[in-house]
């Protein structure tokens, strides 16, 4: 792999430690002495996540069974097991399993499965301060140095507090970096704290005059705890330009929703494509899914809003502003090309905006469209529109941005678009970067 080019190796710690993996990294080593490299090496820290304990073999939970919650049943922390209560829901393995707690220190399994040792554990409506560093994450990154660590991936960072943990565990050594993981809502909602260049970056430009606004592929509940704490004093642009809503006013200034015709269209797809499920957006606040899979637990179990799963397409209200199918990376170009070539396809928008994800919405609702629309009611001048976008789903508001951004970990597509200014990488301060040039300019 050397010799093809790799510089390094990543090495998730979540479930060993580095004494543990010494045979394995010293023969990392002793191949980059032999070709005149030094390899880097980042390490995952276990971080704040719940985790379910150690098991001798996995266990199998059976829908409807009822089991005990800590020795001898279900390992969990013993100072979580103290604060459930009747009624709470236990998400195990990113939402593959799920109990509802019955009575103290037991729980009854309403989506079943085999659990291995220490997997991922969510409570639903319970506060839980776990602490940044785990003892293993402690020892791991005081022996760091010792063996060639260069980089630390801190593992759901909640806000600046977890990175100066990690910064005091490696006891102040230059020269290892620390990179913040942002796993979820809570640490979405501190990237302003995460990333302090940027959101005095985007003060600055505001100070002088500016207006700066999102266009984002989120609903709007989903967008409301990203916004917590974001300067911004333009109208947002949401459902990946299915609107256009103003969070001072608290209401939407444009919508361009999907047609009630667009049902049969989203079963047509489901029917041919059974693997796939989608997500139907209302404009209310509400998600529904139909045909929910292991992606769609995966996506809300990122984006922390409450779903509602239908048998149907028709049970979802109007109106929707937005679908969202979801399929195996491997899948999503044949998605892709099937639904493009309906005779029906022309009447939406249909765009990819991750690995696994098709967005479809109606025809005009894109960021290009809305930022068009949003400039015109701001009154700017198009050669005025910046915009900066790394995914397919940005590719039509780049075509029209006076100069185009993107940041260095950008699709390959976005990176090609004439007249492109790269920036650096999104966790680096991109837009800082950006306001810089344009003060430059201006």
Known sequence: MLDAGMTGARLNLSHMGLSEAEPWLEALFNAGRSRGLRPELLIDTQGPELRT???ERPLCLAEGETLELGAGGLPLPERLIELLEPGMRLLLDDGAMLLEVTAPRRARVLRGGTLGSRKGLTVEGLEYEAPPLTPRDCENLRAARDFGVTAVMQSFTRSARDIAAVRSALGGEAGIRVFAKVESREGVEAMPELLPENREAI??????????????????????????????????????????????KNEYLYTAFLPDTVRPHITQVLDAWPEAAVELYHDDNAIFAVHANELTEAHLHLTHEPTSLLDSVDQAPSPISKALFEIVPEKLDGLCRYVSAQPWASQYEIVPSSVYLLELTAKG????????????????????????????????????SA??????????????????????DARHGAIAALIRELDQRY
Do not use: W
């Open 365 to 400: 609702a894109s960021k290009g469209e809305m930022v068009q629309r949003l400039a015109r009611r701001l009154n700017v001048s198009m050669e005025n529109v910046y915009c900066v976008g790394d995914h397919a789903n940005d590719l039509g508001m780049l075509a029209l």
């Open 203 to 248: 003060e600055y430009f505001m100070a002088q005059g500016g207006t700066f606004s999102i266009a984002t592929g989120r609903a709007l509940p989903s967008f409301n705890g990203v916004r917590q704490g974001l300067p911004m004093n333009g109208p947002t642009i949401l459902f990946n330009g299915a609107a256009i809503y103003d969070f001072q």
């Open 53 to 55: 304990g150690p098991l």
């Open 403 to 424: 100069i185009p951004f993107a940041p260095e970990n950008a699709i390959e597509s976005v990176r090609q678009v004439p007249g492109i200014h790269i920036l650096p």
